[in-house]
Each structure stands twice: as C-alpha cells, then as structure tokens.
C-alpha cells in the first residue's frame, strides 16, 4: 500500500478489486457512502495481484467491520449519490473524511473524464494536485468563484489596484451598444491580475479563469465548461433568475375500467434538463380495473447530463434565459461575465472551444456584459472581432501609457518601504527614490519584469550576495527587456556554477562520484519544469529528469533558483508562463543559445 501511495488510516480499510463496469463501480462507491458515514475513513486501491481474467467482479472487504464480502452482482441499484457522474470503470479512488478524493489511473481519458464531471458538479470542489502515482482532487466547499486564485493575486506582496484602468472599464461597460470588452496587453502588463481585481471588487460579477498561475490548467477550457461555470454562478449570486421550475408536468387521471390497450399520461419525444433548475414531475392516476398498460409518462429521449446537452441549448438555459429575467428582478443592474486569458484558446482544437462560441454567439441581451483579457492575436481574433464588431469595445493595456508607468512605479514603492530594504539601501548609500527611479525605468511598464528584478534582490539578501544586491539596487548591467533579464540571470546561475559538481547517488554512479552541476542537475530540473504543466515535487523531478544525485543536492538547486519559482513548500513550477515560453522559445536559440531548452528532450 505505502508504494502505491495509499494512506491507511485508523482502523478501518476497505479494498476495491475493480476491473468490471461503471455500474457496478458506481453502485459499490455510493453504498460504501451509505456504509462507513461521512465521518469514516477508507483507502482504495486496484492491486496488480488481482487476475481479472479469473474474477470480474468487484469486490468490498471490509476487514474491522467482519462483514461479508459484497460482489458487485448483489449491489442494488437504488444508492444515490454525488459520485453518481465522478465514477468510471477502472478508475481508482481513495477517499478521505468526506473531503479528498485521491485518484490513479493508467488511462488518462478516464481521468480526464473525472475530471469534468467534478467541474461541472456545483456541489463539489475542484482542486488538483500531479503526482507520479496519481492524481488527487479535493472535494468540499465549491471554490466556484476562483477565490483560492483571486486571493493568491489580490494578497500578494507589493499588489497594486490599477484604479485607472479600472475607470476605463466600468465607463466601457456602462455604453449602451457594448457587450463584448476585449482588453489586451503584451505579457506582463498585469492582465491575469487586473482580472483578479476586478473579480475581487465584483463579487456578483462571473469569472472564468482558464489558468492557476498562467501554466497550470485550472481545468477543461472549452465552452461547454465555460457555460456551465458561468451558469452556476449566476444561479448563486441570482437565484431568483433560476427560482422557477424549467419544467413543470402535472397530470391527474382516473379510469374506471380500461381495455387491452395502453394508457399514456404525457408522451413526450425529447426532454433536456437543465442543470440549473428543476424539473417537476406530479402524477396521479386512479385505475380502478385495466386489462392493459398503464403509464404515467412516456419520454423518447431524457437528456440529463450536462456534457450531452447541445451548444445552443445550454447558453440559454445558463445564460441567456437568466439575463431576460434579471431584467424583470434587478432592472437596474448588469450581469458581467469576466474571462480571462483569452489568447489560452489559440493553438487548441477551434471545435468547442470558448472563442468558437464568442464568434457564433446570438446576440448577447442588453443587461450583459463579456469583459475578454487576451494578449494581441489579431489573426486568430479577427473572426470574433469581425461578427461581435457591433457590440464590441476594445482597450489596449500600453506598457507606454503614463497610467501604467504609474501603477509599476506604486509596486516598486511599496517594495522599497519594506524595513529590511530601506537597512540594503542605506548599506549601499542609495536613496529608496534613486532605485525606484533607476528600476521603473528599466521595467518599462512590465509588471513581470519587475517582478522578477524584485525578486532577485530578495534571494540575493537572503544568500548574502552583497555585491550582486548592490548591482541590483543600483540597476546595473541588468538589461532592459523580460527576456534579456532571464537570461541575464540564467547566466548568474551558470556562472556561479562553473566549477561546481554534483554528487552521483551511489547506486548509479558506475564508478563516477560526480557531475557538473549545470549539466547534470540545474538544467535537467529546468527542463523538466519548463515542459511541465503542474507543479512537480522534487522527487518527481528526480525521476521525471532522470537526475541521479542525492536528494540534498535537489534542495539547494532549488534554493537558488528560488527567483523563477512559485513560492510553494510542498511542489515546485516555474512562477510564469514566460518563463518556460522564455527557455523553450525557438527564438531563444538564436539569441541565447546557452538558455535555450529544446522542449522535445525534456
């Protein structure tokens, strides 16, 4: 168990030998719900021992409880639960006090799979963490509304507001014809976070978030996962928009004496549920004697699951239905839709996605608004741009716009009044306005390449690099644009590193005790975190890399490489997306050639 990183807790341990279909996996799921309470804890687990060529049957051992093995074949099918959609064939679960669900899989459709039906649950949260031996999905209180990521950006140190920018939309979107505000920025102009912002200040607003951290896909990005996102936040923050039921079938009927025929109270061809309101069934028939069949309702076709229900079908009933009837309850107030990283769409399948439905979608009712963030793709934008342009507004985050230098300008003040960076400055006897002055004006306008200047200065304090703090402080040498700064840096690290070697792990070492430390351990784990799309711990790095030094030696490469990383205890990812679009970039091996990954070899 410990190796397939199954935790047992207390005493109770229950084991599932799945190898037969969904059904029955379901129906053992939702009895073992019934059977152990909320308050329990089981761990599961498909063993390799088990030969589903002799035994198809799914399996419950229940080892405190001394009850009876339950084959799957004597489950009823009456249990019900929130794992109903979850469950898939082969799919391995291991579930912790109602909260955590931890899930392996050999097949990544099934995980994907999984995956949506527990972003399309309204009930369930959907967080993720990768690791080697799976894939773990915490389920609780629904974090519908992005606040983990809203937080991680509104929180952050040295966060500044944009109250301009802020201005420019909320006039923007107070214009009659607008429905449609795609706001674009070159990366580093603050985007994500702005969006952040504004979801902050909105709370009623709707937000969809394609990405955590602008690597890691906060889940499927497609418009059917957009439309039921916004759907059920609107349902949250309106209720009364969704109070009615969408379907409502009452049908009362009394027969004496029937035939050998067939009585049918409602016939109905096709019937799709919304996943937002209820349907409402009320029948009642009185048969006093029938040679016949009897039924209350016939229904040809029931669509129940969200991912079935067709395109148009679903942005009415999550949101244009919704907005005609907030006209009638809120008259006065907009329905804002924010979307974040738009340009995410670009280079994925065009079929389904969220920038198909904005180039297709029926004209938008006057009470709402779609504020779009992208960076500049005039090319994959001109079809949306071109069938929204009656509706559409534009604004354009300029690195050059006074308003921005004056928001990058705050983030370095605030920067510059911590205690133990006024202490740097006066060793080095240097004004905090001088190095305000000095780093704005080599960030140009870009957040991330301030950032990333910031963030230098506090490894290299904490490492006591005085000299390099100095040349930091003062912007020396450090160049003038987001990709010359990374390579810039880069080539500290390697500098530093030159004669440096690290030790082999003796059971691979083959007679050679040590490597070079750029080429045997810091490139390698770059690599790795540059192609990757989650965090990794440093465990899987190792093995991932196939990186054969001890583990000490992984900890402090991660230590100095701490200012491209996501500040995180427990697994490491590059901080931003133009990190890993920095090393992996073709153009990045043309102009720094020793910076440059190839992300095929890693």
Request: aromatic share 8%.
């Amino acid at each position: 168990a410990e190796g397939m990183g199954v935790e047992l807790m207390h005493e109770t341990c229950l084991w599932f030998f799945a190898g037969t279909t969904r059904s029955s996996l379901v129906r053992t799921l939702e009895l073992l719900l019934d059977i152990i309470g909320d308050g329990s804890h089981f761990s599961v687990e498909r063993p390799d021992t088990v030969d589903h060529g002799v035994d198809r049957a799914l399996e419950i051992r229940a080892h405190t409880w001394n009850k009876p093995v339950v084959r799957a074949s004597e489950l009823d099918d009456g249990y019900s639960s929130i794992v109903r959609r979850a469950a898939a064939c082969d799919v391995v679960c291991h579930y912790v006090d109602g909260l955590r669900l931890r899930v392996w899989s050999e097949e990544g459709t099934l995980l994907d799979r999984l995956r949506w039906s527990l972003r399309s649950m309204p009930q369930a949260v959907y967080t993720e963490h990768t690791s080697l031996d799976g894939i773990s999905l915490t389920v609780g209180e629904h974090d519908l509304f992005y606040e983990q990521l809203i937080r991680s950006y509104v929180n952050a140190p040295y966060f500044v507001e944009r109250p301009a920018l802020t201005h420019q939309v909320t006039t923007k979107l107070k214009e009659a014809p607008c429905r449609f505000l795609l706001i674009t920025g070159e990366p580093g102009t603050g985007k994500t976070a702005f969006m952040a912002w504004l979801a902050d200040r909105n709370p009623k607003w709707a937000r969809y978030f394609v990405r955590r951290d602008q690597i890691s896909p906060l889940g499927p990005a497609g418009a059917r996962s957009f439309l039921m996102t916004a759907g059920f936040q609107l349902a949250a923050r309106y209720p009364s928009a969704f109070s009615q039921d969408e379907v409502e079938i009452s049908i009362r009927q009394r027969l004496t004496r029937g035939g050998k025929g067939s009585l049918v109270g409602a016939e109905i061809g096709r019937l799709v549920s919304s996943p937002f309101r209820r349907v409402t069934l009320d029948i009642m028939q009185e048969v006093e004697q029938t040679e016949g069949m009897v039924r209350g309702l016939k229904v040809h076709e029931w669509i129940t699951d969200p991912r079935l229900i067709p395109y148009d079908d679903l942005q009415h009933m999550a949101l244009y239905d919704p907005a005609d009837a907030l006209t009638r309850t809120h008259p006065n107030e907009l329905a804002v839709i924010l979307i974040d990283a738009l340009d995410e769409q670009i280079g994925q399948p065009h079929e389904g996605s969220i920038l198909q439905w904005l180039e297709n979608a029926p004209e938008l009712p006057g009470n709402v608004r779609i504020v779009l963030a992208s960076r500049p793709a005039d090319t994959a934008l001109a079809t949306f741009r071109a069938r929204q342009e009656p509706w559409l507004s534009e604004l354009t985050i300029s690195p050059d716009a006074e308003s921005v230098r004056r928001d990058v300008r705050q983030m370095a003040e605030k920067f510059a009044e911590q205690a133990y960076i006024i202490e740097a400055l006066v060793d080095h006897d240097l004004e905090p306005s001088a190095f305000v002055e000095a780093v704005v004006g080599k960030a140009m306008g870009n957040f991330q390449y301030l950032n990333a200047v910031l963030r230098e200065i506090d490894r290299s304090l904490a490492a006591g690099d005085t000299a390099l703090v100095g040349r930091l402080l003062r912007a020396e040498e450090i160049p003038e644009t987001l990709e010359e700064l990374y390579g810039y840096f880069l080539r500290l690290v390697r500098n530093q590193l030159k004669r440096s070697g690290v030790q082999i792990s003796a059971a691979v070492s083959e007679g050679i005790e040590f490597l070079p430390a750029w080429q045997g351990l810091y490139q390698p784990l770059l690599g790795i975190l540059a192609v990757a799309k989650r965090e990794l711990t440093l465990e899987q790095i190792r093995e991932l890399g196939q990186i054969p030094v001890l583990y000490h030696w992984l900890s402090g490469a991660r230590e100095r490489l701490v200012q491209f990383l996501d500040p995180d205890d427990k697994a490491l990812r590059l901080y931003l997306g133009s990190v890993p679009e920095f090393l992996t970039n073709s153009e990045t091996r043309n102009t720094h050639s020793d910076c440059y990954l190839p992300p095929k070899e890693w």
